[in-house]
């Protein structure tokens, strides 16, 4: 049964130092009604650390649970996280993408039956990302674009500046198109509890980097679910750090989700 509005679950391997931004960025949410779920593929103890410092913090009740890493077993924790959860909405943030102090409360306020909603994110260029310190974050350099953002931007280092800019006014939403958008993101997204459930949670079968969240989200569209757009809203600013390379094998377990039209996976929550 559901106790709280939102459960945040938060993805994270090996990443202290963005996990320590995020944690700080959750500390100064306008809306409080939530739980976190960190669900860590394998970190040693320095994410440990991190994790039992913010809860020391924090009133909001937090989660953490841990695997053995073995590869890429992102669905498989997540699960996990999942079955213990206590949210009526789900949303999702992982461990290297600061939220904007309003993320929870856009995702809440934006629900609406028989949609998921998507956000986008900044992408924050490698050398302003090695400066930045859970001050900043304390101190609201991503209320709003702060110089050193914008000069990041003018030097061709950070990426869609213009996402840093919240703008809560559905009709200048409408009129700047920013009510359409055309997939999801797994930063950056939220699902009812109920329709994560329906389609089984994510599909353990998916082994290695890639391709897991867009799983879900077609999984999501068999079910019936439409797509809502929260650009202008949920901002969330990603912390740079090397790319990895996708796993081929898991672009074939997509193509055959996009024909067979299933909507409910077999190695999923239950």
Request: contains cysteine; charged residues 30%; neutral net charge.
């Amino acid at each position: 049964m559901a106790q709280f509005r939102a459960s945040i679950f938060i993805t994270t391997y090996e990443m202290p130092r963005h996990l320590s931004l995020v944690c700080a960025a959750l500390e100064r949410q306008t809306a409080q009604d939530f739980e976190v779920i960190f669900c860590d593929d394998g970190s040693g103890e320095e994410t440990a650390r991190v994790i039992r410092e913010f809860q020391a913090r924090v009133r909001i009740p937090v989660k953490y649970f841990w695997q053995e890493h073995q590869g890429f077993r992102k669905c498989r924790i997540l699960n996990q996280g999942v079955r213990e959860a206590h949210g009526s909405v789900f949303i999702f943030l992982d461990g290297d993408c600061v939220p904007h102090r309003d993320f929870v409360r856009d995702h809440l306020d934006q629900q609406e039956e028989g949609c998921y909603l998507a956000g986008r994110r900044v992408e924050v260029g490698p050398e302003l990302s090695s400066r930045l310190t859970e001050d900043h974050v304390r101190q609201g350099f991503f209320d709003r674009p702060q110089w050193p953002l914008i000069l990041s931007s003018l030097k061709g280092e950070t990426e869609f500046l213009h996402r840093a800019i919240r703008i809560p006014s559905s009709r200048l939403r409408r009129f700047l198109k920013m009510n359409r958008v055309v997939d999801m993101k797994g930063c950056n997204y939220s699902v009812s509890r109920e329709a994560l459930e329906a389609i089984n949670g994510f599909d353990e079968a998916y082994e290695g980097y890639g391709r897991e969240d867009t799983d879900v989200e077609i999984r999501l569209q068999n079910f019936g679910l439409k797509i809502k757009s929260m650009k202008g809203l949920a901002v969330q600013f990603h912390i740079w750090h090397p790319r990895r390379d996708f796993t081929p094998a898991n672009d074939s377990r997509l193509d055959d989700i996009k024909k067979n039209r299933h909507f409910r996976c077999e190695k999923g929550l239950y």
